[in-house]
């Protein structure tokens, strides 16, 4: 059974800081390609920043600068820091892997960021 776990959400200031933590079992996890999405309230799901098998990362134009993306292949984990926060980041931050080719895609149950003004 694959999970993908999320935690380290929560409320913080405006200029704060948080670490979210997603920890994967049930896949080969070095052979994914994990990647942070996020869904602002009334929004769509949108792409934070991913991670390769080989540590290659890409993230968006919003949060280059402020936040990072980085894997533990040997704990099976995938990590966001995410430093300066603002309000605007708030949202239900979740964990994605996808296999080569795409041919699995798995979703964690989310986490939520809330940062205050």
């Known amino acids: 059974q694959v999970q993908l776990v999320e935690s380290g959400g929560g409320l913080v200031q405006a200029g704060g800081s948080l670490r979210l933590s997603c920890a994967a079992s049930g896949i080969i996890f070095s052979i994914y390609t994990m990647a942070w999405y996020r869904q602002p309230p009334g929004k769509q799901r949108e792409l934070v920043a991913s991670i390769t098998t080989s540590g290659s990362t890409n993230s968006a134009d919003f949060v280059k600068g402020r936040f990072t993306i980085s894997r533990d292949n040997a704990k099976n984990t995938v990590y966001l820091q995410m430093n300066s926060l603002k309000p605007e980041d708030t949202a239900v931050y979740y964990c994605?892997?996808?296999?080569?080719?795409?041919?699995?895609?798995?979703w964690g149950q989310g986490t939520q960021v809330t940062v205050s003004s």
């Open positions: 994605n892997a996808e296999s080569p080719y795409n041919y699995w895609n798995y």
